[in-house]
C-alpha cells in the first residue's frame, strides 16, 4: 500500500487515522504540535510519542513530501531558488526572496501549467498534475525550517510559483486552512496573497468567501488582442469580464486588488498602452506591481529598460493609480518561474 502523506490530512482526517491504529484522541494533537511547533521532518524526531507509534506512522506516512533535489542562491544571497522532487517524482520549484522587511516564499501549485503563457518557462512546459495540499504545505514548512536554521522568520508567503492557484483551488484552500489555522501555523491571512491569471469562476468564489487573503491578477497586457497573444488564459477569460470580476472584488470585500503588469520591450509598455490600462482599472482599489519581463530561452524578448518602466510607472501615477516597480529578482539563478525545471528537464 502506498504511504499517505501525512500534510495532506487535516485535524479530522488525522483523528480519524490515529484511531484506526487505536491511539487516543489526544495523539493527533501531539502529533500536529510536533510538525507545526516543532517542525520535526522525520517521525524518529518526535519526542512526545510512543517509538511504537513513531513505528506505525512511518510505516503508512510520509511526513517530508519535499525531497531537495538542488538549490541555488543569487549573488547577492537575496534570492534562493529551491528544485523538490515530489511525488511520482515530478519536480517543483519554490523560491524565497528575502528583503530589508520580510522574507517571502514563492509556492508551486501544480507540477508545470496548462496556462501557456508565452514569456513563462512553466507555461511552456505543459501541464503535468496538481500538487496535493500537502506537497504544496510541503514546500512553505521546508523554507520554514531553513530560515528558523539561521535565526529568521517567514512572513509572506505567495501562490505565484508554477502552475494556476485557481486551477487547483481546494488544494491551495486546505492549504491556507493549515497556514491560517491557531492551532497550526498561526500565519496571518493578510500576508498570504493568490495569484491568478485571471480564472473567473474562481475569482468569483474566492469573493464570497470574504477571506482576508490578498488576491493578485497578472493583466500583463491593457487590450483583448495582445493579452490572448501573451495570456492564452484571456481567450476563455475576457479583459472585460476579468476587470469587472475583479470589481465586483474589491466592491464586496473592500480589499485592494493588485494587478501584475510585467513590461516586455516594445510589446506592452508604450506610453499608449500604460493610458488603456489606467482606462481599465481607473476608480478601482488597487495596486499595480511594474516589473521589467525577466529573460528566458524560451521567449525572445528582453523586458523593458529601466527608463521605460519608470516612465510607464510615472503615467500611471500622473493619472492616479498606486503602483510600485519591482526590482527583478535572481535572474543569474533562473529565478523566473519554472526556468530551473526547465532547464534540469533539458540536461
Ligand atoms: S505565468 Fe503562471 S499562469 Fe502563466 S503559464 Fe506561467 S505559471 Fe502558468
Same mark, same amino acid.
Given at each position: ?13 488525522? @483523528? %480519524? ?25 522525520? #517521525? ?7 517509538? !511504537? ?7 503508512? #506516512? ?29 519536480? *517543483? ?14 509556492? $508551486? ?8 503563457? !508565452? #514569456? ?22 521546508? !523554507? ?44 496571518? @491571512? ?30 500583463? %497586457? ?18 472585460? $469580464?476579468? *476587470? ?46 511594474? *516589473? ?16 521605460? !518602466?519608470?516612465? #510607464? ?10 503602483? $510600485? ?9 533562473? @529565478? ?12
Amino acid at each position: 500500500m502506498d504511504k499517505q502523506l501525512i500534510l495532506d490530512l487535516n485535524k479530522e482526517d488525522l @483523528a %480519524a487515522e490515529l484511531k484506526k491504529l487505536g491511539q487516543p484522541g489526544f495523539r493527533a494533537k501531539q502529533i500536529l504540535e510536533g510538525i507545526f511547533k516543532h517542525l520535526y521532518d522525520d #517521525f524518529s524526531k518526535f519526542g512526545n510519542i510512543p517509538n !511504537v507509534l513513531k513505528t506505525e506512522l512511518d510505516t503508512g #506516512f510520509i511526513l517530508d513530501p519535499v525531497s531537495l533535489s538542488e538549490s541555488i542562491v543569487s549573488k547577492d544571497k537575496r534570492t534562493e531558488k529551491y528544485l523538490f522532487e515530489v511525488q511520482q517524482a515530478n519536480r *517543483i520549484e519554490t523560491v524565497l526572496m528575502k528583503y530589508s522587511d520580510r522574507n517571502t516564499v514563492c509556492v $508551486s501549485t501544480q507540477v508545470g501549467c496548462p496556462m501557456g503563457c !508565452v #514569456f513563462c518557462s512553466t507555461g511552456q512546459m505543459g501541464f503535468t498534475r496538481n500538487l496535493s495540499s500537502g506537497e504544496i504545505l510541503g514546500q512553505i514548512l521546508y !523554507v520554514i525550517r531553513a530560515l528558523e536554521a539561521k535565526e529568521e522568520k517567514l512572513t509572506n508567503i505567495v501562490f505565484m510559483g508554477m502552475g494556476e492557484p485557481f486551477l487547483n483551488y481546494p488544494a491551495v484552500m486546505r492549504t491556507i486552512e493549515h497556514l491560517t489555522d491557531p492551532e497550526l501555523l498561526n500565519f496571518g @491571512a493578510r500576508r498570504i496573497t493568490i495569484s491568478t491569471v485571471g480564472i473567473i469562476p474562481r475569482i468569483k468564489e474566492f469573493t464570497a468567501l470574504n477571506s482576508q487573503v490578498n488576491l493578485a491578477v497578472s493583466l500583463h %497586457a491593457p487590450e483583448n488582442e495582445l493579452r490572448s497573444k501573451l495570456v492564452p488564459a484571456n481567450r476563455m477569460h475576457p479583459l472585460k $469580464s476579468l *476587470i469587472t470580476a475583479c470589481r465586483e472584488y474589491t466592491d464586496k470585500t473592500r480589499r485592494r486588488i493588485t494587478f501584475e503588469y510585467a513590461l516586455i520591450d516594445g510589446v506592452n509598455d508604450s506610453d499608449n498602452q500604460a493610458k488603456q490600462l489606467i482606462s481599465l482599472i481607473k476608480g478601482m482599489l488597487c495596486h499595480v506591481n511594474l *516589473i521589467a519581463l525577466n529573460p528566458s530561452k524560451e521567449y525572445p524578448l528582453p523586458g523593458s529598460s529601466r527608463e521605460r !518602466v519608470d516612465t #510607464f510607472a510615472k503615467i500611471l501615477t500622473d493619472y492616479g493609480i498606486p503602483n $510600485s516597480i519591482r526590482l527583478r529578482r535572481g535572474i543569474e539563478i533562473n @529565478a523566473g518561474c519554472g526556468q530551473l525545471a526547465q532547464s534540469q528537464q533539458s540536461e
